[in-house]
């Protein structure tokens, strides 16, 4: 019996030190609990620190069932398949920031981390995600392409924020000539109101003016300078219904300048308009070309009490 224990104890350190310390077989396991196994190390390069930036690609597994749980070759918002990160704080020991802290540009490495800490703690989450167990652990296989200083962050940012406020500024000017030009092309000659608006009735209509308070409905085409349509009532097949004084000002303008039945253009400058955050389809600093038709409107019914109105309509 003596004999056998000794074997199986000697088995048993023999594990524990081929996978140095490591559940997980071919991983190492460090000091703060983390699990890692790199394919590709530079001992020598500068590691990643709190306050560094990295750009990274990365794939995210359950390591039960080895499901894909996240990956930034589908989720890069450049198309890219990297990610920048700036290195917080490590949200729990052996977390994915302490696997990052470990790598240098040009390391690739799989780290192994729970799930619960990961979703709970890094993420703050309130809940798992579907399809994942409390117990469950995640492999993360990471190849870094880049590690920069804090300086190097600053400096990267000042050049994007440069980059971003030059071609705003160059934006801005652009929406003066394009509407200048758009405006002598088409023969407009109406003068813009106080606040930028160019009114052109094309149909007369009949009776009162809408106040702004007022629910009104209407047939509209929207179009940028250049004629690129990106919304219509008309396609969808059903006039837009909203509250006069929930829409961008240029539309809460324009449409108390109109009676029932009348039809008319609105030149509307982006500073009445999505100004410099533009929306959707719409660029920052467009001018806006809407045709627009009046079929009816009404008083706005009273709200209950206790209850504000909703966003409405986004025009």
């Known amino acids: 019996m003596k004999k056998i224990s000794l074997l199986a104890t000697s088995l048993l350190l023999f594990n524990a030190c081929s996978n140095d310390g490591s559940q997980f077989d071919g991983y190492k396991r ?160 109406a003068k813009p109101s106080e606040s930028g608006l160019i009114f052109i009735e094309t149909k007369k209509g009949n009776g009162n003016h809408p106040k702004a308070t007022d629910m009104v409905k209407v047939h509209y085409t929207g179009t940028l300078l250049d004629g690129t349509k990106f919304d219509s009532s008309l396609e969808r097949g059903e006039p837009a219904n909203f509250p006069l004084n929930q829409v961008i000002a240029g539309w809460t303008e324009g449409i108390q300048l109109m009676s029932k039945g009348s039809k008319a253009k609105l030149v509307i400058p982006s500073s009445i308009g999505y100004g410099p955050q533009g929306n959707g389809p719409i660029p920052p600093f467009s001018t806006l070309v809407f045709e627009v038709e009046l079929l009816d409107f009404s008083a706005a019914p009273a709200m209950p009490e206790g209850h504000s109105a909703g966003d409405g309509h986004n025009h």
């Not at 590691?47 to 069932?65: D, M, S």
């Open 30 to 189: 460090a000091e703060n609990g983390l699990h890692y196994k790199f394919f590709k190390q530079d001992e020598a390069g500068t590691k990643a620190q709190i306050g560094y930036g990295v750009i990274f690609k990365i794939e995210l597994k359950n390591n039960r069932n080895d499901s894909t749980v996240f990956s930034s070759k589908q989720q890069s918002q450049d198309g890219t398949g990297e990610i920048q990160y700036l290195i917080q704080k490590s949200s729990f020991k052996g977390s994915l920031e302490d696997g990052m802290m470990m790598m240098a540009k040009g390391d690739s490495a799989s780290f192994i981390i729970s799930a619960d800490s990961f979703f709970l703690k890094t993420q703050n989450m309130q809940a798992l995600p579907q399809g994942i167990k409390q117990g469950d652990f995640l492999k993360a296989t990471i190849v870094m392409k880049d590690v920069l200083s804090s300086k190097q962050v600053e400096e990267k940012q000042a050049k994007m924020k440069a980059e971003y406020e030059e071609k705003m500024r160059l934006a801005q000017e652009g929406e003066q000539a394009n509407r200048d030009k758009y405006l002598a092309d088409n023969k407009i000659t």
